[in-house]
């Protein structure tokens, strides 16, 4: 059986995998990233990691057929270059050829948001359908098309960025530049933010006993505070819902995709935001449209960036 690795590149965690074709994992490695150690380190650490992993999966990494990586930020998909990592440090790194030359086997390079979906598409929620989308919300927004089983790159490989979907247009200066952005106003972020200034602004909520510090309430907090009956954290979330429920029905409306599947931490609460997401994206949306399609949770968790990458170079 052909094996092949898989590497998620994060802003603090590098994870990496061994699997066959199939998605069985074979072996597994995580370390953190150590970005203000520099680009070298960096690259020494994802070699090191996949080593590790091929190590416990009984092989060696210049055995693999081909290693996937996912990275932050947009990707140029034909040179292989990562164009702007904000949370690495990293503008305009070749990092598949890097990485190529270091491995000594074939390197796919995608975009982390991408290769999770092309993860849940070919070995988690995704199965059943031609298209999808994926939407992972945590500390940002990102997304991932795959359409008619093909995912989708658009002209360099940067397209999907669901997170920047405008859904306030006087909302909150982006990072991006643009304003009223989607991850500006539902990511975990964004709700850890309108916490915090309930708090600070005086409100009645626990969240100010719950938090460790209630300068900086996180959104899991706020995830707490709302399970337990608190109307300050619930309107939050309920916000953050709203949003996404937005930009959901506008993307039914242009994709008439057969499913979005919720990624990220956010998922994590389940019912609690699917539930009001739906609602909204209902609302926003054509009727035939969105009875076509499930809002559905992500069913790989951690795995979902490695073993969509290892799916990506098993295609190349
Ligand atoms: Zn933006």
């Given at each position: 059986m052909n094996l092949y690795g898989g590497i998620d590149l994060g802003g603090t965690k590098i994870y990496s995998i061994v699997a066959g074709a199939d998605g069985s994992v074979?072996?597994?490695?995580?370390?953190?990233?150590?970005?203000?150690?520099?680009?070298?380190?960096?690259?020494?650490?994802?070699?090191?990691?996949?080593?590790?992993?091929?190590?416990?999966?009984?092989?060696?990494?210049?055995?693999?057929?081909?290693?996937?990586?996912?990275?932050?930020?947009?990707?140029?998909?034909?040179?292989?270059?990562?164009?702007?990592?904000?949370?690495?440090?990293?503008?305009?790194?070749?990092?598949?050829?890097?990485?190529?030359?270091r491995?000594?086997?074939?390197?796919?390079?995608?975009?982390?948001?991408n290769a999770a979906a092309y993860g849940e598409f070919i070995y988690g929620a995704g199965t059943p359908y031609d298209t999808i989308i994926y939407v992972t919300v945590s500390t940002g927004i990102g997304g991932g098309f795959i359409l008619d089983r093909r995912l989708f790159q658009g002209a360099s490989g940067a397209a999907a960025e669901v997170g920047h979907m405008v859904v306030e247009p006087?909302?909150?200066?982006?990072?991006?530049?643009?304003?009223?952005?989607?991850?500006?106003?539902?990511?975990?972020?964004?709700?850890?933010?309108?916490?915090?200034?309930?708090?600070?602004?005086?409100?009645?909520?626990?969240?100010?006993?719950?938090?460790?510090?209630?300068?900086?309430?996180?959104?899991?907090?706020?995830?707490?505070?709302?399970?337990?009956?608190?109307?300050?954290?619930?309107?939050?979330?309920?916000?953050?819902?709203?949003y996404i429920g937005i930009a959901f029905g506008t993307l039914i409306n242009l994709l008439n995709p057969q499913a979005i599947i919720v990624g990220g931490g956010v998922s994590r609460l389940g019912a609690r935001m699917i539930e009001p997401i739906t609602a909204e994206a209902r609302r926003r949306s054509f009727r035939q449209s969105f009875e076509d399609c499930l809002i559905l949770p992500a069913a790989l968790g951690r795995r979902v960036g490695a073993l969509g990458t290892v799916a990506l170079a098993a295609d190349a």
């Amino acid at each position: 059986m052909n094996l092949y690795g898989g590497i998620d590149l994060g802003g603090t965690k590098i994870y990496s995998i061994v699997a066959g074709a199939d998605g069985s994992v074979l072996g597994e490695d995580e370390r953190p990233t150590l970005p203000d150690h520099g680009l070298e380190v960096c690259i020494e650490r994802m070699t090191e990691s996949l080593a590790a992993a091929a190590s416990s999966a009984g092989t060696a990494t210049s055995a693999l057929a081909a290693v996937g990586v996912a990275a932050p930020g947009p990707i140029e998909f034909r040179d292989g270059i990562v164009s702007a990592a904000p949370n690495l440090g990293w503008t305009d790194v070749p990092l598949r050829s890097f990485l190529s030359d270091r491995l000594g086997v074939n390197v796919v390079l995608e975009n982390d948001a991408n290769a999770a979906a092309y993860g849940e598409f070919i070995y988690g929620a995704g199965t059943p359908y031609d298209t999808i989308i994926y939407v992972t919300v945590s500390t940002g927004i990102g997304g991932g098309f795959i359409l008619d089983r093909r995912l989708f790159q658009g002209a360099s490989g940067a397209a999907a960025e669901v997170g920047h979907m405008v859904v306030e247009p006087d909302g909150p200066i982006c990072n991006c530049g643009s304003v009223g952005c989607l991850e500006m106003l539902a990511s975990g972020t964004a709700i850890g933010r309108s916490a915090t200034a309930a708090v600070e602004g005086g409100r009645d909520t626990i969240l100010r006993e719950l938090a460790a510090d209630p300068t900086e309430v996180t959104a899991e907090v706020v995830a707490e505070a709302a399970a337990r009956g608190d109307a300050v954290a619930n309107e939050i979330l309920d916000d953050a819902a709203r949003y996404i429920g937005i930009a959901f029905g506008t993307l039914i409306n242009l994709l008439n995709p057969q499913a979005i599947i919720v990624g990220g931490g956010v998922s994590r609460l389940g019912a609690r935001m699917i539930e009001p997401i739906t609602a909204e994206a209902r609302r926003r949306s054509f009727r035939q449209s969105f009875e076509d399609c499930l809002i559905l949770p992500a069913a790989l968790g951690r795995r979902v960036g490695a073993l969509g990458t290892v799916a990506l170079a098993a295609d190349a």
